[in-house]
C-alpha cells in the first residue's frame, strides 16, 4: 500500500510566482491536512479537507493561500504571489476517518520550497 | 486550550544510553497523545499513540512512553540508543475539535559513538 504522496519534493520559485503542491493521500484515505514546517520550528496546521470540502482552514493565511481537494485527483495546495517568508517545508498528510481524536495521521515527505 | 510543550530542543546521548524525551500537555478534553520521529529530509513518522487503553505504551524501534495524568506528562524513553535513532521527535496532541494536531516545537536527538 502505497503511502502519502507529494510532488514536486524540491520547488523553488521567485517572488511574485505561483507554487502549486499536490498530495495524493494513501488509497482508502478521504482525509487530507497540510501542515507548514518553517526553519526552527515545528510543524503547524493549516487546512483539513475531506473530498471536495474544507472542513478547517483556521490555520490557512488569509490572503494568497488556497486549497482544494477535488472529487477525482490529489489535493492542491497554492500559494499565490509567493514571497520569500512562504520557504518552508509542506506536509501533507491523511487519515482514513476524523473527527475521532486518536485518528493517526500518515504523513508525506513533503515539499521543501524555496522562494528566490 | 490543547499545547505541548517539549522540553529541551536538543538531547545528546551516547551510542547504548538512556534516550528520555520530555513532552507535557495541556488539554481540555481526554487527551490522545502521539510521538512522530523526522529523520532529515523526510516526513514524519509515527513512533505511538496514546488511546487511553494502556498508561505504557510501546512503539517501534524500541521507544516507549508513559501516560502520567497527575504529571500532565507523555514522555519518550529507549533503553539503549542507536547511532540510526539520530532524529527530530515531535509530541503532537489533536486540537479540540479533532481536526488538526498540535505538535510541540521538537527535540533533535544526537547519537554519539
Known amino acids: 500500500n502505497a503511502g502519502v504522496m507529494q510532488n514536486p519534493r524540491h520547488l523553488v520559485r521567485r517572488r511574485g510566482q505561483e507554487a502549486r503542491l499536490r498530495c495524493s493521500p494513501m488509497k482508502g484515505h478521504s482525509h487530507v491536512y497540510w501542515y507548514r514546517q518553517l526553519p526552527e520550528e515545528g510543524l503547524k496546521f493549516m487546512v483539513y479537507l475531506q473530498k471536495e470540502n474544507i472542513i478547517d482552514e483556521s490555520g490557512m493565511p488569509k490572503e494568497r493561500f488556497s486549497a482544494e481537494f477535488p472529487k477525482e485527483g490529489p489535493s492542491i495546495l497554492r500559494i499565490q504571489q509567493v514571497v520569500r517568508g512562504d520557504s518552508a517545508a509542506y506536509f501533507c498528510a491523511s487519515s482514513p476517518t476524523s473527527g475521532e481524536y486518536q485518528e493517526t495521521q500518515y504523513f508525506g515527505p513533503g515539499t521543501r520550497l524555496l522562494v528566490l | 486550550a490543547q499545547s505541548v510543550t517539549q522540553l529541551g530542543s536538543h538531547v545528546s546521548v551516547s551510542e547504548g544510553a538512556l534516550v528520555l524525551l520530555r513532552c507535557n500537555y495541556s488539554s481540555s478534553v481526554p487527551p490522545y497523545l502521539f510521538w512522530y520521529v523526522q529523520y532529515p529530509n523526510q516526513g514524519l513518522q509515527l513512533l505511538l499513540k496514546y488511546t487511553s487503553a494502556a498508561t505504557l505504551v510501546k512503539g517501534i524501534n524500541g521507544f516507549e512512553a508513559e501516560f502520567k495524568k497527575s504529571e500532565t506528562s507523555f514522555h519518550l524513553t529507549k533503553p539503549s540508543a542507536h547511532m540510526s535513532d539520530a532524529a527530530e521527535y515531535f509530541c503532537?496532541?489533536?486540537?479540540?475539535?479533532?481536526?488538526?494536531?498540535?505538535f510541540g516545537k521538537g527535540t533533535t536527538l544526537s547519537v554519539s559513538s
Open positions: 503532537a496532541v489533536p486540537n479540540q475539535a479533532g481536526t488538526a494536531l498540535i
